[in-house]
């Protein structure tokens, strides 16, 4: 894979992922805080902390 293409592919992911926890946390009456940007820069990791952090 190039490197453009890794790059495109990994922007798609993290935006999908945020995309996802912005729409989860409505949906659910959850406040999402800061986790939607946290993934977006984070991707996965962020995903995993909106889901099992318990601040």
Same mark, same amino acid.
């Given at each position: 894979? #190039? !490197?453009?293409?890794? $790059?495109?592919?990994? &922007?798609?992911?993290?935006? /999908?992922?945020?995309? !996802? ?5 409505? $949906?659910? #009456?959850? #406040? ?5 940007? &946290?993934? &977006?820069? &984070? /991707?996965?990791? /962020? $995903?995993?902390?909106? !889901?099992?952090?318990? /601040?």
């Amino acid at each position: 894979m #190039d !490197f453009v293409s890794f $790059l495109t592919a990994t &922007l798609v992911a993290h935006v /999908g992922f945020a995309i !996802f926890v912005a729409g989860h946390a409505a $949906l659910t #009456d959850r #406040d999402a805080g800061y986790w939607p940007y &946290l993934t &977006l820069a &984070l /991707g996965i990791v /962020g $995903l995993a902390g909106y !889901f099992f952090y318990d /601040g």
